[in-house]
């Protein structure tokens, strides 16, 4: 994949759904592919990226996995909030439109300014118009879309090179499949999630406390061999209705996450979100020793270096107890009275 040229920078316009999990699940996919990268800046909703791995087929691939990143922009230039500074820049800068190809020029104001969106888009639009011969504006399906990110600091500008399909997850919402359960996390979640433990094309991943399967789905979609593990056999019924309709391979077993059915160092990575709150089936003498004894349990199935997510509505403080270290740590207010913690450790 490392097909190394010239610095570029990346521009990743992340979703707004969540404080660190966006930037965190695009820097978890950048080593998973094994990309060397500085980042340049991170604010609100931006995270630029500096790679000499060639942008156009990196972000395809990127934008494949991510869940939480909107859009992947190749950066052509910052500058300072204002018009004046917007179009000197754009005027020194190089922005390539092939004569009979389209474009089209969209701003989106992350921070609110007191800059004019659609003045801006017609201003930057005739500068490119009158440095590139032949082109035309095109504004809904343009060869190539511009886009100018007004955040808190500065304004960024470039090229979209890759769109994340976000609908894809709203047409997989746990209530839209098969089989349904309440309380399952959205896919979006869960795919950040698994995102967070940086798997590679055909790794095993196990999710020891399964139900209906919305995460292994997600891990399946992104190349994974999957395998869920539960106490309810109606659940993993349940489970195998999900896993068939997305086409991956997939293993389901009955049985108790404290008491793994694996070999020792088999597996590559596990993401899971145990039982908690009121309503949910616990199969342990308490959530505490549920948690506990599966710690013990998923550190002893994982292969050295493999990697953890674990969802809980308490902070995690005894992972080290199992043995694992601790590399990441997510918070998400779900209601008034549920906070989700999503910790990420290695073995
Ligand atoms: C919060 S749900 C998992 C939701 C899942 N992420 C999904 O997509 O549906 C927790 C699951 O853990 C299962 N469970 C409870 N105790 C267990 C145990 N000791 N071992 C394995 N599974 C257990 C429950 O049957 C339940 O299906």
């Known amino acids: 994949m490392q097909r190394r040229g010239m610095a570029m920078m990346l521009t990743f316009e992340l979703s707004g759904e969540h404080e660190t999990l966006p930037k965190s699940e695009v820097l978890a996919c950048m080593r998973a592919l094994g990309i060397e990268y500085q980042v340049v800046k991170s604010c609100e909703q931006c995270l630029m990226l500096n ?24 950066t052509i230039f910052e500058c300072g909030i204002s018009e004046s500074d917007i179009l000197e820049s754009a005027r020194g800068a190089e922005m390539r439109v092939p004569s009979g190809e389209t474009f089209s020029v969209r701003v989106k104001q992350i921070h609110r300014s007191h ?20 082109s035309r504006v095109n504004l809904k399906d343009p060869d190539h879309s511009f886009r100018l990110l007004v955040t808190k600091s500065s304004c960024i500008f ?4 890759a769109s994340v399909d976000r ?44 139900g209906t ?39 389901l077993l009955c049985g108790d996450a404290c008491n ?24 342990a003498e308490s959530v505490e020793s549920l948690y506990r004894d599966a710690l013990f349990e998923i550190y002893r199935v994982l292969k050295r270096g493999g990697r953890a997510a674990v969802i809980s509505d308490f902070e995690l403080s005894r992972a080290d107890d199992a043995g694992f270290a601790v590399t990441g740590r997510h918070a998400q207010r779900v209601h008034r009275s549920l906070t989700r913690h999503i910790t990420v450790l290695r073995k």
Request: negative net charge.
């Open 158 to 161: 470039g090229e979209v090179i």
């Open 213 to 251: 399967g919305g995460i292994l789905v997600e891990a399946g979609m992104i190349g994974a061999r999957v395998i869920g593990i539960d106490v309810q056999e109606s659940m993993l019924r349940g489970a195998a209705m999900n896993l068939i309709e997305c086409g991956s391979e997939y293993h």
């Open 115 to 134: 800059l004019s969106s659609t003045n801006l888009e017609r201003r930057i639009g005739e500068v490119i118009f009158e440095n590139n011969a032949g």
């Open 260 to 283: 793994l059915p694996i070999a020792d160092e088999t597996i590559d990575a596990v993401v899971t979100d145990p039982p908690y709150g009121r309503s949910a089936v616990v199969m």
């Open 167 to 210: 609908k894809q997850f709203w047409e997989r919402k746990p209530h839209k499949k098969p089989f349904f359960y309440p309380g399952t996390i959205l896919p979006e979640v869960s795919r950040a999630i698994v995102n967070l433990c940086e798997i590679h094309t055909n790794d095993l991943v196990l999710d020891p406390f399964c």
């Open 51 to 74: 790679t000499r791995t060639e942008p156009r087929r990196l972000s395809l691939i990127l934008a494949a996995k991510l869940a939480m990143t909107h859009r992947i922009i190749l």
